[in-house]
């Protein structure tokens, strides 16, 4: 059973940056693939970003490509959403995710963050 909790959302405007954290406990951190997901109001959940156990070639919805970075750090077990260039249409909920048997396009995720308000003023 892995537990996740996502901190750093917040207010910012246009053109600003911020740094997402979520931090993992209950399970072997190392081995499992993780990924952010976003939900705006009225809007389906999305996949932004997605980091694998080996930390190779990550994946980045195109909208963020250039933008947004995905890392992970194994001595803290914490993987980092950091988003540069922020846009309006970024405001959503942010959702840390973590699965052993997740697929390139985020499917198979098993454990799931509260999420974490992000809100981008023009």
């Known amino acids: 059973q892995v537990q996740l909790v996502e901190s750093g959302g917040g207010l910012v405007q246009a053109g600003g940056s911020l740094r997402l954290s979520c931090a993992a406990s209950?399970?072997?951190?190392?081995?499992?693939?993780m990924g952010w997901f976003r939900q705006a109001p009225g809007k389906e959940r999305e996949l932004v970003a997605l980091?694998?156990?080996?930390?190779?070639?990550?994946y980045y919805v195109d909208s963020v490509k250039g933008r947004f970075t995905i890392s992970r750090d194994s001595v803290k077990n914490t993987v980092y959403l950091q988003m540069n260039s922020l846009k309006p249409e970024d405001t959503a909920v942010y959702y840390c995710?973590?699965?052993?048997?997740?697929?390139?396009?985020?499917?198979?995720?098993?454990?799931w963050g509260k999420g974490t308000l992000v809100t981008v003023s023009s």
């Open positions: 995710s973590a699965g052993l048997f997740a697929t390139r396009t985020g499917g198979g995720m098993e454990f």
């Open positions: 209950g399970g072997t951190f190392s081995m499992y693939s």
């Open positions: 980091i694998s156990a080996s930390a190779s070639n990550p």
